[in-house]
Nanobody, 125 residues
Framework: QIQLVESGGGLVQAGGSLRLSCAAS??????????MGWFRQTPGKEREFVAAIGWSGGSTYYAESVKGRFTISTDNAKNTVNLQMNSLKSEDTAVYYC????????????????WGQGTQVTVSS
């Protein structure tokens, strides 16, 4: 059983930066046979893919809407995945969720097996 806990959400002005972290417990990931993903959701909208990374850190994948602004990374020693968000826009406002799956990186939320509770990110004008 895997538990994921997100942290780092908050209120930031447009153009600012925020760093989200996802702490995993229950197992230690050691290869790209396991992948981590970040998704976001606002009320009335489908859950949206943001970024994904193989646990080894060798492969990454980003949604077009965040390319060049967000960076996903792993800290294997701490069993965490981070999402550095720069140049934030109002449309980035959402609850951000961390997820993991057994397999390669993927953008489809239904492929992920475990989910955190989410952390709120609000970008003000």
């Amino acid at each position: 059983q895997i538990q994921l806990v997100e942290s780092g959400g908050g209120l930031v002005q447009a153009g600012g930066s925020l760093r989200l972290s996802c702490a995993a417990s229950g197992r230690t990931f050691s290869s790209e046979n396991y992948a981590m993903g970040w998704f976001r959701q606002t009320p009335g909208k489908e859950r949206e893919f943001v970024a994904a990374i193989g646990w080894s850190g060798g492969s990454t994948y980003y949604a077009e809407s965040v390319k060049g602004r967000f960076t996903i990374s792993t800290d294997n020693a701490k069993n965490t995945v981070n999402l550095q968000m720069n140049s934030l826009k109002s449309e980035d406002t959402a609850v951000y969720y961390c997820a993991t799956r057994g397999g390669g990186i993927a953008a489809l939320d239904t492929l992920y097996n475990y989910w955190g509770q989410g952390t709120q990110v609000t970008v003000s004008s």
